[in-house]
């Protein structure tokens, strides 16, 4: 190879990113073990390390650029919302962040922030010194975002659009506000209670004190106050409480009056974020976290409604039922759709319909198995989200339906022939499986041994003539 094609390597490998370098230097050197096309990996090899030696010997450490943006966003941190996830009053996206950064960067302050960059370059990664500078930081940050987003005519306008687009600028002001006052976060997260398990009298009066920060009671910064206390919940419906202790009253036209009204519409957009993931977790067959977002769900919904006096017409009570209604709506057609899939499975088949070889899906097995334990955990939560009748009455017929099939199935294996004796096994091991959801592990044992004493007759009949 010539030698420029040897530079043009070299330069090639010196702009790959530092990992890549390394996943390269890992397959070339496999590649030599194996004695596979040794001259080109012992070529690259020998650039790649020329490479990496040079950048460990000569270059300066990087720019601690990323460390700059993170301690001027680690406040936000409590606020943040990922990308695709509704967001409400007290709360920013996470993704507003970087092109907020880029236009501090170009646009807003990007003298004070080359100067923090070089200071922070200097500052040992444990200095005290820290903490300051990033409060320098944020306190210029929020300057010049104030001034851009203050009153101002077209110039403005345009000066807004190269931040971002209209969801970032959205967050602008809001970031903002909570850089302005992050002394003020601190001090509240430092006053409150680092776990709130039963949100009673005596825990209200102490957030309510903690919140008696009067930079925090403003309508643009009380929100984020109240979302730092949910974090804080174990039950973050719990927040109306609040609302309903400043109100001094359960009747929503009071409560709506006060600025912590806000609270209840926080607790209402957060259920009907439960409740989509719920509906996405349904629709895409996950049920991990299923019964703990019902559990939320449930309190939620039922908190809401006894300890709040909400009118049917009204926009709280409006869109209560409308949660109520699309979480009805999603269980409901879920449920509907397990007896059928259990049947399928059960289904004592006459035997020349089974074609040989024959087998059950496993996969399918655990899935149904899965949806069966979804009915059993619906019927603890069915009143309060409006499916009461559908989960009794198909948990009612699921418990009948296994049982008989089970016992038909146990008794199928006695006479099975030979060539559908794997399949039949398969049914019975299914039935089991499902019976043990439904009935407990002590049922479950019993059908497994008299499963296994079919079985075994079965062939002790077949020796012994």
Request: hydrophobic share 45%.
């Amino acid at each position: 190879m010539s030698q420029t094609s040897i530079e043009r390597l070299r330069e090639y490998l010196a702009q790959l990113p530092p990992q890549a370098q390394a996943l390269l230097m890992r397959e070339f050197e496999r590649a030599l073990e194996r004695g596979q096309d040794t001259a080109v990996a012992t070529l690259v090899l020998d650039q790649l390390r020329k490479v990496v030696r040079k950048t460990e010997a000569d270059e300066a450490p990087p720019p601690r650029t990323d460390d700059l943006s993170r301690l001027l966003f680690q406040v936000l941190e409590p606020f943040l919302v990922e990308a695709g996830a509704p967001i409400r009053v007290g709360q920013v996206r996470r993704s507003s962040l970087a092109p907020i950064w880029q236009w501090l960067s170009r646009d807003g302050a990007p003298d004070k922030l080359n100067e923090f960059e070089a200071a922070l370059a200097r500052m040992p990664a444990d200095s005290g010194q820290v903490e300051a500078l990033a409060s320098n930081l944020q306190a210029v940050a929020a300057e010049a975002i104030f001034e851009l987003t203050g009153p101002g005519g077209g110039d403005k306008s345009r000066a807004l659009a190269r931040v971002g687009p209209p969801n970032v600028i959205e967050d602008l002001y809001s970031i903002g506000a909570v850089l302005a006052v992050r002394e003020a976060v601190a001090t509240l997260n430092e006053k409150l209670p680092r776990a709130l398990r039963a949100f009673g009298d005596a825990q209200i009066v102490s957030v309510t004190s903690a919140l008696n920060i009067p930079v925090l009671q403003t309508p643009q910064m009380l929100p984020f106050a109240l979302s730092i206390v949910m974090q804080r919940m174990t039950a973050p419906w719990q927040i109306i409480r609040l609302a309903i202790k400043i109100a001094a009253s359960d009747d929503e036209i009071r409560v709506a009056a006060t600025p912590y009204g806000v609270a209840v519409t926080i607790a209402l957009h957060d259920l009907s974020c439960v409740a989509a993931i719920l509906r996405m977790d349904i629709k895409r067959s996950r049920f991990e976290n299923v019964a703990g977002n019902l559990k939320t769900l449930h309190d939620g919904v039922r908190g809401l409604r006894t300890e709040l006096d909400l009118r049917n017409d009204s926009a709280w009570g409006k869109q209560l039922t409308s949660i109520r209604a699309n979480i009805s709506n999603a269980l409901q057609s879920e449920i509907d759709s397990v007896p059928g899939r259990v049947r399928r499975i059960l289904r004592q088949r006459a035997e020349k319909d089974i074609p040989p070889g024959a087998r059950i899906d496993s996969t399918e097995v655990e899935e149904t198995v899965a949806l069966i334990d979804f009915v059993a955990t619906c019927r603890n939560y069915a009143s309060e989200l409006a499916i009461n009748e559908v989960t009794l009455r198909t948990y009612s017929d699921l418990q009948q339906y296994v049982e008989r099939s089970t016992e038909q199935l146990v008794q199928s294996l006695r006479g099975a022939d030979h060539k559908v004796r794997t399949y039949r096994q398969q049914q019975v091991q299914a039935a089991i499986r499902f019976c043990q959801v439904l009935f407990g592990d002590d049922y479950a044992s019993l059908m497994s041994r008299a499963a296994e004493n079919a079985a075994t007759g079965e062939r002790k009949s077949s020796r012994a003539s």
